[in-house]
């Protein structure tokens, strides 16, 4: 008939149906994901085992609406069951290279609900500054922050993107990297970190955080006490990456410590003496843990719950990496391939789709073991003004 | 909008009485500007040759800018400016300065590609605002290619009607205007680029047989190439065609592109193959190229516009006129290329190490900080030839979406080595200096990329 739309009937409402509500929880590695999608004449139905999937349909069902050249709304009939390959799919934000204004974070979160990221890897301090305004420790940020007024996360601001973030079914798994990119908690903390020697005298300048003192472990306890509790997740990422052992060689006191131990000259040794007794410290405040690989090359004693970041692309290739990481027993992320602070020219986007994580020498229980992958963006050329087309 | 610049984003913009008590130290009260000559420029367009040195006396109570022409006014206010900064308490200070500038190479450009991609109005307008931060004086307005056509023709309007994206990515008459009006302002020349015989596939959407029909053996094949040498209806439709950029556009420069032109289609034409045994070209279609070329150089002369091609033109021996500008963009040994083109007699422009397009990771503008144009081998005469440089920025990657971030600040380091001394390239210096003038750009609404680890004092939350 004339008056009757080529596309057939009106749809007016999407009915969502969440068999095990949840609605006031936070997302977890567990949280079931799937859904079904079922767009019929007369009928859009979307349903999910948990809120977390129906999210992920909501998203895919506001995908799957066209519009036509006269301004009318339509969608194709169409069945759809899905759920995701990997339980962990993540995105790392990098705040202390460059501050990140909450704007930016609170973006970036909306474009990760677009792509069904379900991970925010906050890697909220480092060496360059410390805008994480803690309540222990509020001379951390005074001090280490580029600004202590203008360039920190407040508890409040910290709330909102975890809000926000649960709201999206995305979890926030904060990373305060230790021993090694510390250097910005040294003028809030003082005596926590190593103070490096030229011969005989310091030399004034500052290294890793400072293995040796029974001050660095309870620094270390309450500030964790504190971010255990700020931070929701039950994972927290502890870092351990990239700790340059010159400093510490330097140090007379550390050079005797080294001797009582029995450590030799192996500074992995006392690297893994801190990470154990951080890891130690962590478990009992009831949380789980990530680490960069740096934790598991170096032969640290790690529970058999840790997960293994698996970053370095080059020093063994990674998928060797993963392959050891799996086969010693541990829960993997892959991110080594996926580095996209590295630009280069061209449709870069293709390299970084046609990694297989799996791509393995490995039986089919080290694959499982592979949980997922995170998309890295470090910070130190990246800010608010070019943080979206970069990473998007 | 200078004032803006200066104390815009001041919070406290207190104007009048300093405290009671407060000490009494020298106080600027104004900037004179003193322009020179009888015919300051004030109503006309900016050119080659136009004067953009300046003098500026920075003492109490007055501090005095002199320029020959307007051109070098506006270079010392944007020098001025960056002088004035404000302490920690919100007073505005600057030194007593006493500088004698002047540029380096007389052109200065950026290459913008609106054809791979659209850019609206804003975005190309935000740019002339850096460029003039940056001292560049030149917009290289690559406007159409094979992707899309979104100049809006008079005479020809079926080009953008047929050849751009689409109704809402073209360039009225109205938004060229206000770009030639407000690059004008600063100073900065907009020289079009209307590239043929490549880089046409858009111009044959809107223009019935304008480009050559390929064949594939005895039948067209369906495709196109480029524009058609050996028909009098294209030169027809050039002749008109450019005698409407040349009125449109008033810089005394076309660009006429020329680059790239892949023979296949040609060779494949039975009737462009007639015309090259008529000829007497033999199997050497750089001669048919060169035929095409000579005949718009004609037609464009004729208009009393002077053009710039692409270094292509002249590698295939093109009868060129003197005058004619040649731009070398090719990487491979390009210095060799400078010799050639100015050994020639040529005046050249210096693209090749700066197509910004190309990034990569990590402070890639030291590479392009420290390219010292003059270095090839050549006379004193012909390094005289070398008239500057271009920063490129192709569009097939660019958008609205992340042009700023992507041209700026890493233009800039291009944009002083065209301006400043030969010898002004200590790259830790310059390190800073760059670093506080990505902050300025941003204090002024430039989105400019950081350089490096850092932040800006004044950044937005």
Not at chain 1, 107 to 122: I, Q
Not at chain 2, 405 to 428: C, F, K
């Amino acid at each position: 008939a004339e008056n009757e739309p080529p596309w057939g009937m009106p749809c007016t409402q999407l009915l969502v149906f969440v068999a095990t509500p949840g609605c006031d929880g936070f997302p977890s590695l567990d949280s079931k994901e799937s859904y079904k999608l079922s767009v019929l004449e007369g009928s859009l139905l979307l349903s999910a085992d948990a809120v977390w999937g129906a999210l992920r349909g909501l998203e895919t069902f506001s995908q799957l609406v066209g519009r036509d050249e006269n301004g009318t709304y339509y969608i194709n009939k169409t069945e759809i069951v899905d759920f995701p390959r990997f339980p962990h799919r993540g995105l790392l934000l990098d705040t202390s290279r460059h501050y990140l204004p909450l704007r930016a974070i609170l973006e970036t979160l909306d474009v990760m609900a677009y792509n069904k990221f379900n991970v925010f890897h906050w890697h909220i301090v480092d060496d360059p500054s410390f805008p994480y305004e803690s309540l222990t420790f509020p001379e951390l940020s005074k001090q280490g922050a580029f600004n202590a007024m203008t360039h920190v996360y407040t508890a409040s601001d910290v709330q909102t993107v975890i809000e926000y973030a649960r709201l999206r079914g995305i979890r926030v798994i904060a990373e305060f990297d230790t021993p090694g990119h510390t250097l910005s908690w040294g003028p809030g903390a003082p005596g926590l970190l190593t103070p490096c020697y030229l011969g005989k005298d310091p030399s004034g300048t500052y290294g890793p955080i400072n293995p040796i003192l029974n001050s660095t472990y309870q620094f270390v306890t309450s500030l964790f006490q504190e971010v255990s509790a700020v931070f929701p997740d039950f994972f927290l990422h502890l870092g351990g990456d990239e700790v340059d052992f010159t400093c510490w060689k330097s140090n007379p006191k550390i050079r005797v410590f080294m001797k009582e131990m029995g450590f030799g000259e192996d500074y992995k040794k006392l690297e893994s003496f801190y990470i154990q007794r951080l890891l130690d410290i962590v478990s009992s405040l009831g949380k789980g843990y990530i680490v960069w690989q740096e934790v598991f090359d170096n032969g640290v004693k790690v529970r058999p719950d840790t997960i293994i970041h698996v970053w370095k692309e080059n020093s063994i290739p990674y998928m060797e990496e993963m392959a050891n990481v799996t086969k010693a027993g541990y829960r993997a992320l892959l991110s080594a391939p996926w580095y996209l602070n590295r630009i280069s020219y061209g449709q870069d986007w293709m390299a970084a789709y046609q990694v297989e994580p799996l791509k393995f020498e490995g039986v089919p229980e080290q694959k499982d073991r592979v949980i997922g992958g995170e998309a890295c963006m470090w910070g130190e050329y990246v800010d608010v003004t070019n943080l979206a087309p970069r990473l998007w | 909008r200078y004032y803006e610049y200066m104390f815009g984003q001041s919070r406290r913009r207190k104007r009048g009485r300093r405290p009671l008590g407060a000490r009494a130290e020298p106080e600027l009260s104004q900037l004179q500007v003193v322009i020179e000559s009888r015919d300051p420029g004030c109503q006309s367009y900016p050119h080659l040759a136009s004067s953009e040195a300046y003098h500026l006396t920075v003492t109490e109570p007055v501090a005095i800018l002199k320029a020959d022409e307007v051109w070098g006014a506006l270079r010392g206010l944007e020098t001025f400016s960056q002088l004035v900064h404000e302490d920690d308490y919100g007073s505005f200070l600057v030194n007593e300065s006493e500088i004698d500038d002047f540029p380096r190479f007389a052109h200065r450009g950026i290459l913008l590609d609106t054809s791979r991609h659209y850019l609206p109005l804003k975005s190309i307008l935000t740019n002339l605002d850096a460029m003039a931060f940056n001292k560049f004086n030149v917009l290289h307005w690559h406007i159409v290619d094979d992707q899309s056509f979104p100049y809006q023709s008079i005479y020809f309007p079926e080009l953008s009607d047929k050849g751009a994206y689409s109704y809402n990515h073209i360039y009225t008459p109205t938004d060229v205007h206000l770009v030639i009006e407000y690059a004008r302002l600063r100073g900065i020349r907009v020289v079009p680029e209307f590239d043929t015989p490549g880089h046409t596939q858009s111009w044959g959407k809107g223009q019935k047989d304008l480009l050559t029909p390929c064949y594939n053996g005895e039948q067209p094949s369906g495709s196109f190439g480029p524009v058609n040498p050996i028909l009098n209806t294209t030169y027809d439709f050039m002749t008109k065609f450019f005698k409407e950029i040349s009125s449109v556009f008033p810089d005394a420069y076309i660009h006429l592109g020329g680059d790239e032109v892949n023979f296949d289609c040609w060779k494949s034409n039975p009737e462009v193959k007639e015309f090259m045994k008529q000829q007497g070209f033999g199997i050497d279609y750089a001669k048919l190229e060169s035929y095409y070329i000579q005949k718009i150089l004609d037609i464009v002369s004729s208009y009393n516009k002077g053009y710039i091609v692409w270094q292509e033109v002249f590698d295939n021996k093109a009868q060129l006129k003197p005058d004619t500008v040649v731009q070398v963009w090719m990487e491979n040994n390009y210095a060799h290329e400078l010799s050639s083109v100015t050994g020639a007699g040529f005046t050249a422009i210096l693209a090749a190490p700066w197509y910004l397009d190309y990034i990569s990771y990590g402070q890639d503008w030291k590479k392009y900080y420290s390219i010292e144009p003059l270095d090839f081998p050549g006379s004193e005469k012909q390094k005289k030839l070398l008239i500057g440089g271009e920063a490129c920025l192709w569009g097939e990657f660019v958008d609205a979406t992340n042009l700023t971030p992507r041209l700026w600040p890493r233009a800039s380091a291009v944009g002083e080595r065209l301006w400043s001394s030969r010898n002004v390239t200590n790259l830790q210096d310059a390190y800073k200096r760059l670093t506080n003038h990505r902050c300025r750009m941003l204090r002024r609404g430039v989105a400019a990329e950081p350089v490096f680890v850092g932040y800006c004092p004044h950044e937005a939350r």
